[in-house]
């Protein structure tokens, strides 16, 4: 018994030191790859912001192998390999993420929406759409709707598109009232192309105007589908009320205005109207108007279009110069022809309209750009006037 408790007592401290070693050697492995990891983490940042993305990468992926449970460094990751426009990986590493059980509430909101973009980047929209619809009632809400808004835009899903305006209307995300209008535009021209719906088409481009009065478009829409009807008076109406709601589209209906107002017998009334409104706002298509309508009332060609040279007095315009000049006699009558075609060669690019958002430039005017997608970014003038 005195040799057993003997042993006993001497191998007491050496199992202490024992112990004791193996804990500082823990301790210093430990320390060592805390000093590791920081480490790469600083070094992949060093690397992103001298905008070496690969070398970056790497770092971050060293990181994310010596502490594979920090969220911090997945999302970078994740981020970095979208905007490299990897977005296989991408969606890996989010993907990951919200298969953790041990994440926070807040970073599976924040996993969520960057899959989201993920998809979105990558053209995959059901997906995105799907992720998008995951983060209702969380704080990406109205990113998330905004991007569901751009998705059924894209995707020319008005009904869709309408309901996600209204909730942000309601939320008080902003004024949508003038999106809505162009909406109800969309739904009433598909109701009288595809379905041959006039009623219907009215009441929605009726609804729009009541919904958004200074926006052109559902007026504007209203007319065509009024003079259609046969109904000139009730066209001329909606065109002439433009004036107090949306002066500055008078340019792009200009010509209508004449023609509907000679077929309703208010053609005095259309050259009063585009008078004031040139007076007020001085356009090429406006000027043009008025010279048709005054050949139209009876005064001579020669005479009405002294109405170019009036508008070149105010602003230099090759337009205006080539539309005068179509009605000048030639010494020449061979040659007539040639310079024409000449200047409305010339002319042509001027006569262009330019997305005031990316530069997209037609030859008709849109009312949502179709480079951009956005809306009325078109302002109602030729290149040549801005």
């Known amino acids: 018994m005195e040799l057993d408790l003997s042993w006993i007592l001497l191998g007491l401290p050496i199992a202490f030191t024992l112990g004791w070693l193996a804990s500082r050697l823990d301790l210093r492995q430990l320390r060592i790859e805390n000093r590791q990891a920081p480490k790469a983490y600083f070094k992949g940042l060093n ?40 977005y296989e990986r991408a969606v890996r590493v989010h993907e990951h993420l919200l298969s953790r ?25 059901d997906r995105a759409e799907d992720a998008l619809q995951r983060l209702e009632g969380t704080r990406y809400q109205e990113q998330a709707w905004l991007s569901l808004l751009a998705l059924h835009e894209r995707a020319r899903d008005w009904p869709h598109a309408t309901e996600i305006a209204r909730r942000l209307q309601q939320a008080e995300h902003g004024d949508f009232a003038a999106r809505l209008a ?12 595809k379905h041959q719906d006039p009623t219907t088409a009215r009441r929605l481009l009726t609804e729009a105007i009541e919904q958004s009065p200074a926006s052109a478009r559902p007026r504007i829409q209203l007319a065509g589908l009024l003079a259609g009807q ?17 002066p500055q589209a008078i340019p792009l209906v200009a010509s209508e205005l004449v023609r509907i107002g000679q077929a309703s017998g208010q053609l005095p009334h259309a050259i009063e109207l585009l008078q004031r409104s040139y007076a007020l706002l001085p356009s090429i298509d406006t000027a043009d108007a008025i010279v048709q309508a005054q050949v139209a009332a009876g005064t001579p060609m020669p ?17 205006a110069a080539m539309r005068w000049l179509s009605h000048e006699p030639f010494a020449q009558d061979g040659a007539h022809p040639m310079v024409q075609r000449s200047l409305e060669h010339a002319a ?39």
């Open 303 to 319: 005479e009405a279009r002294e109405g170019y040279v009036r508008h070149m007095t105010q602003e230099p315009s090759l337009i």
């Open 182 to 193: 162009h909406y109800q535009c969309e739904l009433a021209a598909t109701a009288l192309s």
């Open 348 to 386: 042509r690019p001027l006569a262009r309209y330019r997305c005031a958002a990316c530069g997209f430039e037609a030859q008709g005017y849109f009312w949502q750009c179709p480079g951009c997608q956005a809306w009325e970014s078109f302002p109602p003038k030729r290149i040549e006037e801005l």
């Open 230 to 246: 046969g109904d000139m008076p009730g066209a001329f109406t909606e065109l002439a009320r433009l004036e107090q709601h949306a």
């Open 101 to 125: 059980a041990d994440l926070s509430a807040s970073d599976r909101e924040r996993a969520q929406h960057a899959l989201a973009q993920d998809f979105l980047k990558a053209g995959l929209l």
């Open 47 to 86: 690397y992103l912001l001298n905008e070496q993305q690969d070398q970056a990468i790497d770092a971050f992926i060293e990181a994310v192998q010596r502490d594979p449970d920090t969220s911090e460094l997945h999302f970078a990751l994740g981020n970095l390999f979208r905007r490299r426009g990897e």
